[in-house]
């Protein structure tokens, strides 16, 4: 059965601390932390009617006049993170793609991109491979592209075709794409090719 060419493409986008727009809103939002400081400094020193200088060097002076530091910086971060963002965003962050599924096949983002087409593709699966060794009870999920029938599979699971860390399983913020989002993706646009839950895979 051909792939249904008129369901959007699934796509997996990293979302968590390690994006540009959520450093830039963190930024902005510590810029807005710096504003508001600096206001109820100056209104309770003028209603107390203490010295204002006196009020302002007291935060922004301590710490051998760290915080003043950090103050002045973090415009110019924010501008540097805005202009990033820009650049990102006409480049259609393709940087934080994880996991794209379309006509084609399915993409798989990182440091190295690589793109299986519907027709090397035998299978998609989840596992979890062990961090260390299996007896330290510490495992990491996994997404693989199959490329080889369920029968025919390799010993080690490295060898069944390129895998990549569960998308989303690394990020602070952000969730983990959920199995059943991948299920059914794929059903929308390759309904013949098997997902599966292998579970922990000890290689």
């Known amino acids: 059965m051909s792939p249904d060419q008129s369901v959007e493409p699934f796509v997996v986008k990293r979302h968590g601390l390690g994006t540009t727009k959520t450093m830039l809103l963190v930024c902005a939002l510590l810029v807005g932390a710096e504003v508001l400081i ?39 971060l924010l501008a540097i993170g805005a202009i990033t963002a820009l650049e990102e965003r006409q480049q259609a962050d393709e940087d934080d793609v994880l996991l794209s599924i379309d006509a084609v096949g399915v993409h798989l983002g990182g440091a190295q991109p690589r793109t299986v087409g519907w027709d090397e593709v035998r299978g998609l699966c989840r596992i979890e491979r062990p961090l260390g060794s299996a007896e330290d009870d510490e495992w990491e999920p996994y997404l693989v592209v199959l490329l080889h029938d369920a029968e025919a599979l390799p010993r080690s699971s490295k060898a069944w075709g390129p895998s990549r860390p569960w998308p989303g399983a690394h990020e602070v913020i952000g969730r983990a794409m959920p199995y059943d989002d991948l299920v059914a993706a794929v059903a929308q646009y390759a309904p013949d090719v098997p997902v599966t839950d292998r579970g922990r895979v000890p290689d």
Do not use: C, H, K, Y
């Open 38 to 76: 600096t206001l109820l400094a100056v209104v309770i020193a003028r209603a107390q009617g203490n010295s204002v200088r006196d009020a302002l060097e007291t935060i922004w002076l301590s710490w051998g006049g760290s915080p003043l530091i950090f103050a002045l910086g973090m415009p110019f």
